[in-house]
């Protein structure tokens, strides 16, 4: 028995959510971005690449609510190609810092977090 196809009104639930958890974890960005730079790391990059990224979202959002298909999708894979490079950065800053352990623990949360986003963007 194959599963049931899912819906547009399904498909576009799921989308709405995703975009409102991204939202949410680009905010835990410039939170620990912030953080990273309060015990005197350097965030300028990924400072850029959490703008990039939210505004990348904010482009997501637009084509999703002007009902285009395309242009959300491409719109989802360059979000996605910040999301990973997010990801990456902060991975190389827990191998290369020595961070406090509420600090790397923080970091490594969102870090995961990115990684959900990626993986769900990919198989979408």
């Known amino acids: 028995m194959?599963?049931?196809v899912m819906t547009q009104v399904q498909h576009q639930e799921k989308l709405g959510e995703f975009i409102t958890r991204s939202n949410g974890i680009m905010t835990r960005v410039r939170m620990v971005n912030a953080t990273l730079k309060?015990?005197?790391?350097?965030?300028?990059?990924l400072n850029d690449l959490a703008g990039n990224g939210t505004a990348q979202l904010t482009t997501v959002q637009a084509m999703f609510?002007?009902?285009n298909r395309p242009g959300t999708?491409?719109?989802?894979?360059?979000?996605?190609e910040s999301v990973v490079s997010l990801r990456d950065n902060y991975r190389r800053v827990?191998?290369?810092e020595?961070?406090?352990g509420e600090t790397a623990q923080g970091v490594l949360?969102?870090?995961q977090s990115l990684?959900?986003?990626?993986?769900?963007?990919?198989?979408?």
Not at 119 to 124: G, I, Y
Request: charged residues 20%.
């Open 2 to 4: 194959t599963p049931p």
């Open 98 to 100: 020595d961070l406090p």
């Open 109 to 111: 949360s969102v870090a």
């Open 73 to 80: 999708r491409s719109a989802l894979l360059q979000f996605r």
């Open 94 to 96: 827990l191998i290369r």
């Open 38 to 45: 309060h015990q005197g790391i350097d965030c300028s990059h």
């Open 115 to 124: 990684d959900v986003i990626a993986v769900r963007v990919k198989s979408s």
């Open 65 to 67: 609510c002007a009902g």
